[in-house]
C-alpha cells in the first residue's frame, strides 16, 4: 500500500522561502497525478498545485501562481513544492496525494494522502 510522508514545513517571516518534499513508498507506483493542497484552521482543504506523473504537465491556483513550483524525482518517488516570496495567508497544513484515476484539482479525486506539514509565516 502506498504511502506519502511530507517534510520541509516550518515557520518563517514573510517573503521567506521554504521548500516541502513527499515521499512515495510501499509499492509499485502508478500514479497518473499527484497534488499539493493546503489547509488552514477554520478552513476547507483548498488545491494549491497539480503535476502529471508520468510528464510535467503542471497546474497552480491563482494564488500561488508565480511564487510557487511543483516538480518531482520519478527515480526517487518524490514530490517537491518550492514556495517563495511566502505571505501570511500561506500559512496552513501542507498536505501532497495522489490519484491513480483522474487529473483534477478536486480533493475527492485523490485517493492517497500525506499526514501533513506545517507551513507557518509570520510578518
Known amino acids: 500500500q502506498v504511502q506519502l510522508v511530507e517534510s520541509g514545513g516550518g515557520s518563517v517571516q514573510t517573503g521567506a522561502s521554504l521548500r516541502l518534499s513527499c515521499v512515495a513508498s510501499g509499492g509499485t507506483f502508478s500514479f497518473l497525478t499527484m497534488a499539493w493542497f493546503r489547509q488552514a484552521p477554520g478552513k476547507e482543504r483548498e488545491f494549491v498545485a497539480r503535476i502529471l506523473w508520468s510528464g510535467d504537465y503542471t497546474l497552480y491556483d491563482d494564488s500561488v501562481k508565480g511564487r510557487f513550483t511543483i516538480s518531482k524525482d520519478n527515480a526517487k518517488s518524490t514530490l517537491y513544492l518550492q514556495m517563495n516570496s511566502l505571505r501570511a495567508e500561506d500559512t496552513a497544513v501542507y498536505y501532497c496525494?495522489?490519484?491513480?484515476?483522474?487529473?483534477?484539482?478536486?480533493?475527492?479525486?485523490?485517493?492517497?494522502w500525506g499526514q501533513g506539514t506545517q507551513v507557518t509565516v509570520s510578518s
Open positions: 496525494a495522489s490519484t491513480e484515476r483522474s487529473v483534477t484539482n478536486t480533493v475527492d479525486g485523490y485517493d492517497t
